[in-house]
């Protein structure tokens, strides 16, 4: 008789139970930001939409950011460090190759028997994570830490014109548990690697082995190329999000995408055709583009703030590099 493989019995669902933050401490107005490209203040502010962003300093590297991010989620959600299965880092931005940074931040918080890996997905990494920790709730039980993280000043070029001002740092965190109902929609996710190049790192890692004077790898992207495929097709996959979860506009209380460009959130939201009542995050004004953390980011501050409350229906949609994507509709903590 050939045996046959058993699987565990999961959860009903899965959803969200807890959010936590981190913002570094220094504050970079646009001024700053310009001081080596041609720009301004006012036009920095007309074409994205951007005021400031924080820039991490000393004592504020990528997993201090995720580990303080992560803390706080695990608090607010009251689980234990040691009863987290999983960790899962999005980002795109840790500088060493191989151990995966969610291995430091799971041992640094104490999720001794965790597995722990890393997402890289650009700015779409933290809601494809959100996506694989719902579907491993639901197929095992237990809990998974979601992280954002990501310190977007180790790769920039303060002398481009096309990124010099638009990135900052930080980190956002969820925790995920069981629910007796679904709490995570399905994902619609997926990719167009035939414009791979339309955001994507200078020169690869290994021009600093061959090249006598290498310049630091730094991100670029071809802002229009980016701008125009973000506002035409992720409104396509936002409402493919709703109708795989069943959700109207009308249900919606938050809608947080990627904090990527001001002008490409109100454009998405009004091809959404969202109700007033609907809280949308803009984060990205005070906080610039976090890439990978930035969808948790917004999701705290809009809880912080009270413009969203606990059991609200809110879409999450990331996009970036690749070109990736990941959007689904959750219920806040």
């Known amino acids: 008789m050939t045996a046959r493989i058993t699987s565990p019995t999961g959860a009903p669902g899965a959803r969200i139970l807890g959010v936590g933050s981190y913002r570094p401490r220094r504050?970079?107005?646009?001024?700053?930001?310009?001081?080596?490209?041609?720009?301004?203040?006012?036009?920095i502010r007309s074409r994205t939409g951007i005021v400031t962003r924080r820039w991490a300093?000393?004592?504020?590297?990528?997993?201090?950011?995720?580990?303080?991010?992560?803390?706080?989620?695990?608090?607010?959600?009251g689980v234990d460090p040691e009863a987290v299965d999983c960790v899962v880092l999005a980002t795109f931005t840790h500088l060493r190759q191989t151990p995966a940074a969610a291995t430091e931040v799971a041992h640094r918080i104490g999720a001794v028997r965790a597995a722990a890996f890393d997402v890289s997905a650009g700015c779409a990494g933290f809601v494809h994570g959100v996506a694989l920790a719902a579907d491993a709730v639901r197929s095992r039980g237990g809990h998974v830490l979601v992280?954002?993280?990501?310190?977007?000043?180790?790769?920039?070029d303060l002398e481009d014109r096309s990124t010099a001002f638009i990135f900052g740092d930080g980190a956002g965190a969820v925790v995920l548990g069981p629910a007796p109902v679904p709490g995570v929609g399905p994902v619609v996710w997926g990719a167009d690697g035939s414009q791979a190049e339309a955001i994507a790192q200078t020169v690869p890692w290994n021009a600093l082995r061959d090249d006598p004077a290498p310049r630091w790898p730094a991100l670029r992207q071809e802002g229009q190329k980016v701008y125009r495929w973000a506002v035409y097709e992720m409104a396509k996959v936002a409402r493919e999000a709703l109708a795989a979860s069943g959700v109207a506009p009308s249900d919606l209380r938050a809608f947080i995408p990627h904090q990527a460009n001001a002008r490409i959130i109100d454009a998405l939201a009004a091809s959404l055709c969202l109700p007033p009542e609907v809280a949308v995050a803009r984060d990205v004004v005070t906080s610039g583009n976090t890439s990978g953390a930035s969808v948790p980011l917004a999701m705290d501050a809009l809880l912080d703030t009270g413009a969203a409350r606990s059991g609200d229906l809110a879409l999450l949609l990331g996009y970036g590099a690749g070109l990736s994507y990941a959007a689904t509709v959750v219920t806040l903590p």
């Open 27 to 43: 504050i970079v107005t646009n001024e700053e930001a310009a001081r080596y490209i041609d720009s301004s203040d006012e036009w």
């Open 57 to 77: 300093g000393p004592g504020e590297s990528l997993t201090d950011m995720a580990e303080a991010a992560s803390a706080k989620a695990l608090a607010t959600a």
């Open 147 to 156: 992280v954002g993280a990501e310190r977007m000043t180790d790769l920039l």
